[in-house]
């Protein structure tokens, strides 16, 4: 039988971790965007 905590930790973990990249890129693409930087292929 699994230990459900486990399944909590790693969710909690996950769900930080969305958080923190969300907090980490979005100021990073707003200042790229208003600088006029795209993407080129």
Do not use: S
């Not at 909690?12 to 990249?21: K, S, T």
């Amino acid at each position: 039988m699994e230990n459900h905590q486990d399944h909590r930790l790693f969710w909690l973990g996950m769900g930080l971790a969305m958080i923190a990249g969300f907090v980490a890129a979005f100021p990073v693409n707003y200042w790229l965007i208003g600088r006029g930087v795209t993407h080129k292929h």
